[in-house]
């Protein structure tokens, strides 16, 4: 069974960097399509980013230009650097392949 587990987040002021990784557990990593969802509070959960196994990216608007996210076959991992953070990117941030979802990481951003 594929697990995956997401590090990487914090509090982080406006304007501020961070960068998420999503563990994958076994190495079937290199077909898969990943994605990166996020949650806020009374909101619904939305498609920020994914990358398929030919490293096609696809971006929600709201995060272009700030948000790049990448893969490394070799160590099995997803990555979302996310740059120019915004109190409105403040979500709980979910790996998501197929019907496989991570645990989640937080990220608040906030001065």
């Known amino acids: 069974q594929l697990q995956l587990v997401e590090s990487g987040g914090g509090l982080v002021q406006p304007g501020g960097s961070l960068r998420l990784s999503c563990a994958a557990s076994?190495?079937?990593?290199?077909?898969?399509?990943f994605g990166w969802y996020r949650q806020a509070p009374g909101k619904e959960r939305e498609l920020v980013a994914s990358?398929?196994?030919?490293?096609?990216?696809n971006y929600a608007d709201s995060v272009k230009g700030r948000f790049t996210i990448s893969r490394d076959n070799a160590k099995n991992t997803v990555f979302l650097q996310m740059n120019s953070l915004k109190p409105e990117d403040t979500a709980k941030y979910f790996c998501?392949?197929?019907?496989?979802w991570g645990q989640g990481t937080q990220v608040t951003v906030s001065a």
């Open positions: 076994r190495s079937v990593f290199s077909p898969r399509t």
């Open positions: 990358i398929s196994s030919g490293y096609n990216t």
């Open positions: 998501n392949s197929g019907l496989i």
